[in-house]
């Protein structure tokens, strides 16, 4: 990854209502193109919310790729899916995620742990079960983020990358 990028912590807890898509609406305007997203299935639990995803979602898809993930210890390349960040992919991340993407229904079922990339590169970067993410951007794009009323913090409680 470039040097001249910087790491910023982000918690939900700042980010109420709109504010996490309003979040990723930025990021997209920035370039963010992609994404991808953990399901999480508890035993035998029902498959509807993973069904409205990909019926949302999978004419989107794009071809797997390997990714760096916010969630994995060893920030190795992974062979990750992917979709593509758009406007119909974001209203399947607004169903999957009803309470924004820092926060979500642990059931039997669930989404969780949104990472979103800009030309393969890791830019936002969420661990939902913490409520807590990263945003990896230019020096001038954080300048951008305070302008825009998106808060941040330079060091994270539970994350980092």
Same mark, same amino acid.
Not at 114 to 130: A, K, Q, W
Not at 140 to 151: K, N, T, V, Y
């Given at each position: 990854?470039?040097?001249?990028? +910087?790491?910023?912590?982000?918690?939900?807890?700042?980010?109420?209502?709109?504010? @996490?898509?309003?979040?990723? +609406?930025?990021?997209?305007?920035?370039?963010?193109?992609?994404?991808?997203?953990?399901?999480?299935?508890?035993?035998?639990?029902?498959?509807?919310?993973?069904?409205? *995803?990909?019926?949302?979602?999978? @004419?989107?898809?794009? $071809?797997? $790729?390997?990714?760096?993930?916010?969630?994995? $210890?060893?920030?190795?390349?992974?062979?990750?899916?992917?979709?593509?960040?758009?406007?119909?992919?974001?209203? $399947?991340?607004?169903?999957?995620?009803?309470?924004? *993407?820092?926060?979500? *229904?642990?059931?039997?079922?669930?989404?969780?742990?949104?990472?979103?990339?800009?030309?393969?590169?890791?830019?936002?970067?969420?661990?939902?079960?913490?409520? +807590?993410?990263?945003?990896?951007?230019?020096?001038? +794009?954080?300048?951008?983020?305070?302008?825009?009323?998106?808060?941040?913090?330079?060091?994270?409680?539970?994350?980092?990358?």
């Amino acid at each position: 990854m470039a040097s001249d990028y +910087e790491l910023l912590s982000l918690f939900g807890r700042d980010y109420p209502g709109e504010k @996490p898509w309003d979040l990723l +609406e930025w990021c997209s305007r920035l370039g963010a193109d992609e994404f991808t997203v953990t399901g999480i299935r508890a035993g035998n639990g029902s498959v509807k919310v993973f069904e409205d *995803f990909d019926r949302m979602a999978d @004419p989107h898809r794009r $071809a797997r $790729a390997p990714r760096r993930h916010l969630n994995t $210890a060893h920030r190795e390349l992974e062979p990750t899916d992917l979709w593509s960040l758009n406007p119909a992919t974001v209203a $399947a991340l607004r169903h999957a995620f009803p309470r924004g *993407f820092f926060d979500y *229904f642990p059931a039997d079922a669930w989404f969780e742990d949104l990472n979103v990339y800009r030309r393969g590169d890791l830019m936002l970067g969420v661990i939902t079960h913490e409520a +807590e993410g990263i945003l990896r951007v230019t020096p001038q +794009e954080r300048s951008d983020l305070r302008a825009a009323g998106f808060p941040y913090e330079l060091q994270g409680q539970w994350v980092g990358y």
